[in-house]
């Protein structure tokens, strides 16, 4: 017997069945002895059409009104659920994040989570009530409603496992775990039963889009142990049969490589004759950063006159826009060409295990070279190797990758 965060995303609760079928998840872990909190989204497709609405009531909405509007997805979800509950001769209620209360910066849109009161909601738990919480928002110090930016249901579940002392967090979703790689693309993509929290945060940022980023790095930081499993097939979460998400010292077979991942949502920045004189790089991605624009993979050239240099990098490609119109105002670039691509993707592969490997990367080049794939940048990490790419070679690298770390079988242990 213990506490079990349970969160079901906009998929998984689509319509009144789906809600329906998550509930009975719900009454088969108390069954089992289980207290369980619930953490909602919104039904598919509803958060989407309320942003739509913002919009067409005005491009530039006030920040606080558009998460007025867009929090209310979860509430209605979060009290069906609770009737659903009912019905099943469970006592539950729902929760909104303010009634907990959830208290959040006021960074409208994209709030952060300050501190969860989790106090009179853990009485009722202990007295046998299933409590089951909006998830994707929060409460500011002026008392008015923010959400966590997309996906943030995630992160509100995680929030609350922490915050309850739960001995597992469980997000049900529309795939049945973390994947070696997109089975849309490698149809042999293995699920992983296990992967650590600095692997998955890696993924996660990197393109694989099961959990929101900020959900992870806070599993990590308060160590709350997470499975990604499926709300479409029979099992439930303490059968284990999705990916857990812990404590590397937890896995027991470390792979050097785990997983594969790619972004399209990347743009290439080359700037051509930058001055090569001490602090300029310092004046040029200062810039960047104050537009909180996230500069990933970084090259400079060797500068063949000693007094111009390249300088290439790369940005979401939702940001390129914002960098181009930083760089141009930029003093030091008035005689410097500035070039944009978008015809790129990022491929990465992930391993925990690559930090005591070598070759890893060699293994990478080589098996990219035969097919041909021209490299554009590189960068690496402790834990993760990504290459920039033309777009076009998106599944063929990633189909090469993966067949070249052996993924597809689990791997033999020497
Ligand atoms: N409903 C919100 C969204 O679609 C939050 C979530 O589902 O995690 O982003
Ligand atoms: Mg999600």
Same mark, same amino acid.
């Given at each position: ?88 001769? %469970? ?33 009722? &738990? ?5 409590? %089951? ?30 915050? &309850? ?7 049900? *979703? ?40 900020? @959900? %992870? ?5 308060? +160590?709350?142990?997470?499975? %990604? ?9 303490? *059968?284990?049969?999705? $990916? ?49 624009? +996230? ?12 007094? $111009? ?23 030091? &670039? ?11 993707? !990022? ?31 590189? @960068? *690496?990490?402790?834990? !993760?190797? @990504? ?28």
């Amino acid at each position: 017997m213990g506490r079990l965060v349970m969160k079901f995303g906009g998929t998984s609760v689509a319509d009144i069945a789906r809600i329906e079928a998550a509930a009975e998840k719900v009454v088969a872990e108390i069954a089992r002895g289980h207290q369980v909190a619930v953490v909602v989204s919104a039904m598919a497709g509803v958060t989407n059409s309320l942003i739509g609405y913002c919009r067409d009531v005005s491009p530039l909405h006030d920040a606080r009104e558009y998460d007025a509007v867009v929090s209310s997805g979860e509430n209605v979800t979060s009290g069906l659920m609770a009737l659903a509950l009912q019905k099943r001769g %469970v006592q539950a209620r729902s929760w909104q994040g303010w009634q907990v209360p959830i208290k959040c910066t006021d960074m409208h849109g994209k709030a952060r989570i300050v501190t969860i009161d989790a106090t009179a909601m853990a009485e009722r &738990l202990d007295s046998g009530e299933v409590a %089951v919480l909006a998830g994707f928002q929060g409460v500011t110090s002026r008392n008015r409603i923010t959400t966590l930016g997309r996906g943030g249901s995630d992160t509100t579940a995680v929030a609350l496992a922490a915050a &309850l002392g739960a001995d597992r967090c469980d997000i049900y *979703t529309d795939v049945s775990g973390v994947f070696t790689t997109d089975p849309r693309i490698v149809p042999q993509a293995r699920k992983l039963d296990r992967i650590s929290y600095e692997e998955m945060l890696e993924m996660a940022s990197l393109g694989a889009k099961v959990l929101q980023t900020r @959900s %992870v790095e806070m599993a990590m930081k308060q +160590n709350v142990p997470v499975q %990604v499993l499926s709300s479409m097939e029979d099992p439930i979460g303490s *059968t284990f049969p999705g $990916t857990l998400v812990t404590k590397e010292e937890d896995i027991l077979e470390q792979e050097i490589v785990n997983g594969i991942t790619y972004s399209k949502d990347e743009a290439k920045i080359t700037l051509r004759g930058v001055p090569d004189v001490p602090g300029v790089a310092a004046r040029i991605f200062g810039p960047l950063a104050d537009a909180a624009i +996230n500069v990933d993979m970084i090259v400079q050239n060797i500068s063949d006159d000693r007094k $111009t240099t390249d300088i290439t990098f790369t940005v979401t490609a939702t940001d390129l826009h914002r960098a181009l119109e930083a760089l141009r105002k930029c003093e030091d &670039l008035k005689d410097t060409k500035i070039i944009a691509d978008e015809d790129v993707v !990022k491929v990465s592969i992930v391993g925990i295990g690559m930090r005591s490997h070598a070759g890893v990367a060699s293994t990478m080049f080589r098996a990219l070279s035969e097919k041909g794939i021209n490299i554009e940048v590189i @960068s *690496t990490s402790e834990i !993760k190797i @990504s290459v920039l790419l033309l777009k076009e070679y998106t599944e063929l690298a990633v189909r090469t990758l993966h067949i070249a770390y052996g993924l597809e079988k689990k791997a033999e242990i020497a």
